[in-house]
């Protein structure tokens, strides 16, 4: 099994190691509500894009169906004339540069 698949498990079906990071669970909280805070407050660096953007991803780890709905949510907004342009970090691809624009003759895992 690979480790991906291994991991994919511990994290749905619960593993005693898991509870190895509850200390962290704790800290991590915090560095996000002060995070959030600093937002709310105007402070800090805060990026505004010029034109809308719908963030997927960060839910869950693997298999959810965010594929799926980026597609779908790619095709509602092109039949009502939209311009839809998508970002991903890539997992699991190897770019030879960074950052990298895969065309639509390129396959996304080159």
């Not at 002060?34 to 010029?50: M, Q, S, T, V, W």
């Not at 034109?51 to 597609?71: D, Q, R, Y």
Request: hydrophobic content about 40%; charged content about 25%.
């Amino acid at each position: 099994m690979a480790f991906t698949d291994r991991l994919l498990d511990a994290w749905y079906k619960g593993h005693p190691a898991l509870a190895l990071l509850r200390p962290l669970e704790g800290l991590y909280r915090r560095v996000v509500e002060r995070k959030r805070a600093r937002f709310l407050a105007g402070e800090g660096d805060i990026y505004r894009a010029p034109v809308p953007v719908i963030v997927v991803g960060n839910i869950t780890v693997g298999g959810t169906g965010k594929t799926p709905l980026i597609l779908w949510m790619i095709e509602h907004c092109r039949r009502r004339g939209l311009r839809v342009g998508v970002v991903s970090r890539g997992y699991g691809a190897t770019p030879p540069s960074l950052p990298w624009r895969v065309l639509p003759e390129q396959s996304a895992s080159a």
